[in-house]
């Protein structure tokens, strides 16, 4: 009977570790932080080296309640490392690599010409490389490793690495980019086409983050592109400034088009109503509108109805303004007699009246 009664005893008592729970108050934290969590609300405790796992890297965390093991997957997942439950204690190692190779081969477009430049990397490590004139690139790595393979205009490749070390690699154009539909001054043409400055936000871009301007839809998303508030005062028109000023004197603006029509100002268009923008940076881009081009020209494209169920949506955002410092200044009677005190000691300092109607608040 007591036996059984044993048996049945460590058969309820719960795993150490794995059976424990943990939830996160704060969706994004690094991994100490994690770790100093887990360590709160458990047994468990953490032994680590500090040359094998940046603690300080910040990972996101799903607000519900979950296993220490599938916590510890979430943190620990692609940083080449292995851990174990011991005695309440998380041991986390290096992960074992297989042996190290030198793998080599050569990249090409679907035409089998090679691709000068493209970026040879491998996934969860510093090593990387970049292809010659001919194609043709090495780099060291272990086997299991994933090899990734990027160009401009074309899909990513990825590939795990195993014995072979002569990888020929062909790249396939992304056609959704290379197909999408750019406005610049003639016209409406493909991105594939373009071979001039021209950057591009699209309704994505302005829809990702609360904007209140038009002009801060292009802020941090168009290279060569500056918005900057030219003084503190609320509400002030935010600046645009593409590939820095040209002028001292003159207006440095650039020209706004928006459907076709010029404009010199966009403060009133509102940002739920702009389907794209175009930022065409160099002369050949803006020829068409002549000296007005000279600091650039933004392109304009509202929203249109098109065919299909009528849809409603609805945006909606409030700010405040206010000094976030006030400077204590003197009133009329402090100022008359720091003026008469001034006076007393220089004879540059005009005495100031006694007029109680010329010096008001």
Do not use: C
Not at 79 to 88: C, L
Not at 101 to 128: F, K, L
Request: charged share 20%; no cysteine.
């Amino acid at each position: 009977m007591w036996k059984l009664l044993a048996v049945m005893a460590l058969v309820l008592l719960p795993a150490t570790g794995f059976s424990q729970t943990v939830r996160f108050s704060d969706r994004n934290l690094t991994l100490q932080q994690a770790f100093q969590e887990i360590e709160r609300q458990t047994e468990l405790t953490f032994a680590y080296n500090a040359g094998v796992l940046d603690v300080t890297s910040v990972v996101s965390l799903p607000s519900r309640e979950m296993d220490v093991k599938d916590a510890l997957d979430i943190l620990l997942e692609g940083r080449n490392v292995d851990y174990e439950i011991t005695n309440g204690q998380v041991i986390i190692t290096k992960r074992e690599t297989g042996p190290v190779h030198v793998y080599s081969g050569t990249v090409t477009d679907e035409a089998d010409a090679p691709i000068y430049g493209a970026v040879v990397m491998i996934r969860g490590s510093g090593a990387h490389a970049m292809t010659d004139s001919e194609g043709k690139f090495s780099i060291e790595s272990s086997e299991g490793s994933v090899m990734e393979v990027s160009f401009l205009g074309y899909l990513t490749y990825e590939l795990t690495l195993g014995k072979s070390v002569n990888l020929p690699v062909s790249l396939r154009p992304d056609n959704e980019i290379l197909n999408e539909s750019v406005v610049v001054g003639y016209g409406t043409i493909q991105r594939r086409d373009i071979t001039t400055a021209v950057s591009v936000v699209s309704t994505e871009d302005i829809d990702s983050r609360p904007i209140v301007s038009a002009a801060s839809a292009l802020q941090g998303r168009a290279a060569g592109v500056q918005v900057i508030q030219p003084s503190g005062m609320p509400g002030t028109s935010l600046s645009i400034r593409v590939r820095g000023a040209t002028s001292v004197q003159a207006s440095n603006e650039p020209l706004y088009v928006v459907d076709g029509v010029p404009m010199d100002d966009i403060s009133n268009l509102s940002p739920g109503d702009i389907e794209s923008m175009q930022v065409l940076k160099d002369a050949s881009s803006s020829a068409i509108y002549g000296a007005r081009a000279a600091n650039g020209v933004v392109i304009i494209t509202t929203k249109r109805g098109h065919s299909g169920k009528p849809t409603v949506s609805f945006n909606a955002y409030a700010g405040v303004s206010f000094l976030g410092k006030k400077i204590e200044a003197l009133n009329t009677e402090q100022y008359k007699e720091l003026m008469k005190e001034l006076a007393e000691v220089t004879s540059t300092v005009p005495t100031i009246p006694d007029d109680e109607h010329r010096y008001t608040d």
